[in-house]
């Protein structure tokens, strides 16, 4: 047995409980849990999506009773990433709950859920599996993680930026040679060779055609925006924006800002001008605090504002060819690494 290793099944004085990885055969006893945990019917429709339609497939598992309910589940989806040199994958967590019939059992411990948590990481984490755990929890869950599942906190924070649109259409400009531009879906194959030109140093997952076709067209439930900034004449990819928009705001959910500084400004201007014509007075955006991309934003205009939905980004490093802390330093996120917006 190695270090991340559990035995399938727990026997205590209300049953026996099965650790065991989710199939799709599971979703009506997910159902049952989920609205039990959470007080809420879980959408079918949304689940489907992010995890069985999901482009490289879902690590979730449950701990199941010997009656055959859901007792508690710890989900997420592997993405692929590039770091110095090393194809890797990194696992996006959520929807993580236990049953409240089921959190008597192991109580001292952490309950099942926490025992659910230490047999997915034997199965999906280390060399071979995912070598980064993230995800964006509330203040609580972060406490239950950081007590009994070695959850850190992201070591660059969180920053919530703002800006209004007025203040970038109003700036002087002059006449630039690239265009913002509604890319098609079969022209979102530019993004697999902008996704190679993150900032040097920076650790995030791969933001390919295959990501975006999912995580923004597919959805089943919101509507987003992609914007293409791109040379007038050239067909590169130079940035781009995944933007949800509920007028008077905008939520800049994913973002692929150019190199330059001139284009980051010109492209930052344009996208502030096509969304002032929608009717978008703010956008607003979520990123790493001590990051590079929120350096570049508050220089070109957007400003710090408290945080205003307590978010807490975790990450838990398992390989131990990923130096860390030096690589979670690294690692930056958006919201399209979240299933918030």
Not at 25 to 38: G, K, M, N, T
Not at 40 to 69: F, R
Not at 174 to 181: E, H, K, Q, T
Not at 198 to 207: E, H, I, M, T
Request: net charge positive.
């Amino acid at each position: 047995m190695t270090m991340y290793e559990q035995p399938t099944k727990i026997d205590t004085n209300l049953g026996t409980y099965v650790f065991r990885p989710y199939t799709t055969s599971d979703l009506p006893e997910v159902c049952i849990a989920w609205q039990a945990a959470y007080k809420k019917p879980l959408a079918v429709d949304l689940w489907k999506w992010k995890y069985h339609k999901a482009p490289h497939g879902h690590q979730i598992m449950i701990c199941v009773h010997e009656n055959g309910e859901v007792a508690a589940l710890y989900g997420g989806i592997p993405q692929p990433m590039r770091w110095q040199g090393q194809d890797l994958f990194l696992t996006q967590l959520m929807d993580l709950f236990s049953h409240p019939k089921h959190r008597r059992p192991l109580s001292g411990r952490g309950g099942l859920f926490v025992e659910t948590a230490r047999r997915f990481f034997a199965r999906y984490a280390g060399p071979g599996g995912s070598a980064i755990m993230h995800g964006v929890p509330g203040e609580r869950s972060y406490r239950i993680g950081a007590r009994r599942l070695q959850y850190e906190r992201h070591p660059s924070g969180i920053a919530y930026l703002t800006a209004e649109t007025a203040a970038f259409t109003a700036k002087r400009h002059f006449s630039f040679g690239a265009r913002l531009d509604d890319p098609s879906p079969h022209a979102l194959n530019g993004l697999d060779q902008l996704s190679s030109t993150y900032p040097p140093g920076q650790f995030q997952a791969k933001r390919d055609s295959a990501f975006a076709r999912w995580r923004f067209l597919q959805h089943p439930q919101r509507d987003y925006l992609l914007f293409r900034y791109r040379g007038r004449v050239a067909k590169t990819w130079k940035g781009y924006a995944g933007v949800s928009i509920a007028p008077p705001n905008a939520t800049i959910v994913d973002l692929i800002l150019p190199l330059s500084s001139r284009s980051r400004r010109d492209m930052l201007r344009k996208l502030a001008g096509d969304l002032a014509s929608l009717g978008v007075t703010t956008m607003q955006t979520w990123l790493p605090d001590n990051g590079i991309y929120c350096r570049w934003l508050c220089d070109y205009g957007f400003r710090k504002a408290p945080e205003p939905l307590g978010l807490m980004p975790t990450i838990r490093s398992f390989d131990p060819t990923c130096p860390h802390p030096k690589t979670t330093a690294a690692f930056h996120f958006t919201m399209a690494d979240a299933d918030l917006f």
